[in-house]
């Protein structure tokens, strides 16, 4: 049986399944940062859709949180 990582096995139509990694804590400096509880607060924006978040590698603090945000629509850049 091979190893997927953070996707799941393909799809019958297409590309892999993304499937939410088991970790949820993010340890950054020291400190433990839980995945859900940043993605909620991103998700109390009225301008954001649905948030993902998750810890990438990182020399200096071990690892540092990334967030991927999709806005709602109506809520994009205003042009002056």
């Known amino acids: 049986m091979a190893a997927h990582g953070r996707h799941g096995p393909p799809g019958r139509r297409g590309p892999p399944v993304h499937r939410r990694p088991q970790k ?3 340890i950054s400096g020291g400190f433990n940062i839980y995945a859900s509880e940043v993605e909620a607060a991103l998700a109390g924006h009225p ?5 993902a978040v998750i810890g990438v590698p990182d020399q200096r603090w071990g690892e540092k949180v990334t967030a991927f945000v999709v806005g709602c629509p109506g809520h994009g850049r205003r042009r002056p």
């Open 47 to 51: 301008s954001v859709g649905s948030a």
């Open 24 to 26: 949820d804590v993010i």
